[in-house]
């Protein structure tokens, strides 16, 4: 089916297939600690706003340190810095495990935890991106990030099976940790196989001069623009979920802060089911209206969710949730990155990063509102804000669609080595491009 054949396309390139694997594992073990570290902060304390602040770390470390990831990547060498990135978040996971094995885990500790693992995705994220950008031919580019949200959805199915399936049964929490700690036992030699690329031949300026010329270009494409702000809206509003659903189960509910696996499974496997279509728009006209009906379903995934009355309505309410949220993310990031020039890939990335760490650290304040004027009301507002926000994105749409698209860089051959004859970096590195618009 030639929608399919869209859909996958990629994946013909053998250094894609194993950049793709390692990512699906990595991101798996990933997504299991963060969805446990709000049950295991509620635990200890039995605060919403306990349950935020421990996954403020990662957002201290993404969003002070993403944009500094994202002037690297487009300066060296990808896969050292992903490989960093990837051995340190395991390390981490590793002694996280180690410490609530022998009860010494407190909640400083784990946005300690967090804060360690956020700067690692703030290097590793935005290389890893535009490493795709190496590995696959320009014109593949949208749907090899398209299959990277795939990725992201498939682990978030396999996050929360393993966590129903392990903890409590299997394992405990810190087992579940020590499991995950073992999944890059594969992750590390698939990405240490890979071809290392070069690192970009463009003079260099001070971090700064770069970082700013990022900022610039980005902000100054009407299409990037509008696509990074209302990335950051529904990442912000579509993660509060995480946090405030162990004081929903156990404060509304009666039920474990610790049972959210059957929820997040229920998200996951709805988010993957629609990634796979979405996959092979992400390059036609739809891609845009796609983008918004995604937005729209996620918020009102959360008014249902305000007023669910039973465990099982809110796996029900997880359903549109995960639907919206991982749909949005997959499409606006492909159109992220499909619309810049190449040389820009680690800069615009890791301002897409910025809304990981933006959503981390207004964890905290989620859980504070949700103290002060309950779990189900805060809900609301969250459902409330992701509206205002896709209409915000919509109605810039309408404005700015019939502007023409910024020429696009061609891009390198599929083996991940230049091919000759292309364009490696910006004509100018000194001159921020002056895209149409």
Same mark, same amino acid.
């Given at each position: 089916?030639?929608?399919?054949?869209?859909?996958?396309?990629?994946?013909?390139?053998?250094?894609?297939?194993?950049?793709?694997?390692?990512?699906?594992?990595?991101?798996?073990?990933?997504?299991?600690?963060?969805?446990?570290?709000?049950?295991?902060?509620?635990?200890?304390?039995?605060?919403?706003?306990?349950?935020?602040?421990?996954?403020?770390?990662?957002?201290?470390?993404?969003?002070?340190?993403?944009?500094?990831?994202?002037?690297?990547?487009?300066?060296?060498?990808?896969?050292?810095?992903?490989?960093?990135?990837?051995?340190?978040?395991?390390?981490?996971?590793?002694?996280?495990?180690?410490?609530?094995?022998?009860?010494?885990?407190?909640?400083?500790?784990?946005?300690?935890?967090?804060?360690?693992?956020?700067? /690692?995705?703030?290097?590793?994220?935005?290389?890893?991106?535009?490493?795709?950008?190496?590995?696959?031919?320009?014109?593949?580019?949208?749907?090899?990030?398209?299959?990277?949200?795939?990725? @992201?959805?498939?682990? !978030?199915?396999?996050?929360?099976?393993?966590?129903?399936?392990?903890?409590?049964?299997?394992?405990?929490?810190? /087992?579940?940790?020590?499991?995950?700690?073992?999944?890059?036992?594969?992750?590390?030699?698939?990405?240490?196989?890979?071809?290392?690329?070069?690192?970009?031949?463009?003079?260099?300026?001070?971090?700064?001069?770069?970082?700013?010329? /990022?900022?610039?270009?980005?902000?100054?494409?009407?299409?990037?623009?509008?696509?990074?702000?209302?990335?950051?809206?529904?990442?912000?509003?579509?993660?509060?979920? !995480?946090?405030?659903?162990?004081?929903?189960?156990?404060?509304?509910?009666?039920?474990?802060?610790?049972?959210?696996?059957?929820?997040?499974?229920?998200?996951?496997?709805? &988010?993957?089911?629609?990634?796979?279509?979405?996959?092979?728009?992400?390059?036609?006209?739809?891609?845009?209206?796609?983008?918004?009906?995604?937005?729209?379903?996620?918020?009102?995934?959360?008014?249902?969710?305000?007023?669910?009355?039973?465990?099982?309505?809110?796996?029900?309410? &997880?359903?549109?949730?995960?639907?919206?949220?991982?749909?949005?993310?997959?499409?606006?990031?492909?159109?992220?990155?499909? /619309?810049?020039?190449?040389?820009?890939?680690?800069?615009?990335?890791?301002?897409?990063?910025?809304?990981?760490?933006? !959503?981390?650290?207004?964890?905290?304040?989620? &859980?504070?509102?949700?103290?002060?004027? &309950?779990?189900? !009301?805060?809900?609301?507002?969250?459902?409330?804000?992701?509206?205002?926000?896709?209409?915000?994105?919509?109605?810039?749409?309408?404005?700015?669609?019939?502007?023409?698209?910024?020429?696009?860089?061609?891009?390198?051959?599929?083996?991940?080595?230049?091919?000759?004859?292309?364009?490696?970096?910006?004509?100018?590195?000194?001159?921020?491009? @002056?895209?149409?618009?």
């Amino acid at each position: 089916m030639p929608l399919f054949r869209g859909t996958f396309a990629a994946l013909q390139h053998r250094d894609y297939r194993m950049l793709w694997s390692g990512s699906l594992l990595a991101t798996t073990a990933f997504m299991m600690s963060f969805m446990l570290v709000p049950s295991v902060a509620f635990e200890i304390t039995g605060s919403n706003a306990a349950a935020g602040l421990a996954q403020m770390g990662s957002g201290i470390g993404m969003f002070a340190v993403a944009p500094i990831g994202g002037v690297i990547a487009d300066r060296v060498a990808k896969k050292p810095l992903v490989l960093a990135g990837q051995i340190v978040p395991a390390l981490v996971i590793l002694a996280t495990g180690v410490l609530i094995q022998t009860d010494l885990i407190t909640v400083p500790l784990l946005t300690l935890a967090t804060l360690i693992m956020g700067l /690692g995705f703030a290097f590793m994220g935005p290389a890893r991106q535009a490493w795709v950008g190496e590995l696959v031919p320009r014109d593949t580019l949208p749907n090899a990030i398209a299959l990277q949200g795939i990725a @992201q959805n498939m682990s !978030q199915v396999a996050a929360p099976l393993f966590i129903a399936l392990l903890v409590g049964t299997v394992l405990d929490i810190g /087992g579940a940790y020590l499991f995950m700690a073992s999944l890059f036992v594969v992750v590390l030699p698939l990405t240490s196989l890979l071809p290392s690329t070069p690192a970009s031949a463009k003079e260099r300026r001070p971090i700064r001069s770069e970082l700013m010329a /990022g900022l610039a270009y980005a902000w100054g494409v009407p299409r990037l623009r509008t696509l990074w702000l209302g990335f950051v809206g529904v990442v912000v509003c579509g993660f509060a979920f !995480q946090t405030l659903l162990p004081g929903l189960l156990d404060e509304e509910l009666g039920r474990q802060p610790t049972e959210v696996g059957p929820i997040f499974l229920a998200m996951a496997v709805a &988010g993957l089911a629609v990634s796979v279509p979405l996959a092979g728009i992400v390059v036609t006209r739809w891609s845009w209206p796609a983008l918004l009906a995604m937005g729209f379903v996620m918020a009102g995934g959360f008014l249902i969710l305000s007023i669910a009355p039973t465990y099982a309505l809110v796996i029900v309410a &997880g359903v549109p949730i995960g639907i919206g949220r991982s749909g949005f993310m997959l499409v606006s990031t492909a159109l992220l990155m499909s /619309g810049a020039d190449r040389a820009y890939h680690g800069r615009v990335m890791s301002l897409a990063m910025m809304a990981f760490g933006s !959503q981390a650290l207004l964890a905290p304040l989620w &859980g504070l509102l949700a103290d002060a004027i &309950g779990v189900r !009301q805060t809900l609301a507002v969250v459902g409330v804000v992701a509206t205002v926000v896709t209409a915000a994105v919509g109605l810039s749409w309408v404005r700015i669609r019939r502007e023409p698209e910024p020429p696009a860089e061609p891009g390198p051959a599929p083996t991940g080595r230049p091919a000759v004859g292309v364009v490696t970096s910006a004509t100018d590195a000194e001159d921020v491009p @002056q895209a149409a618009g």
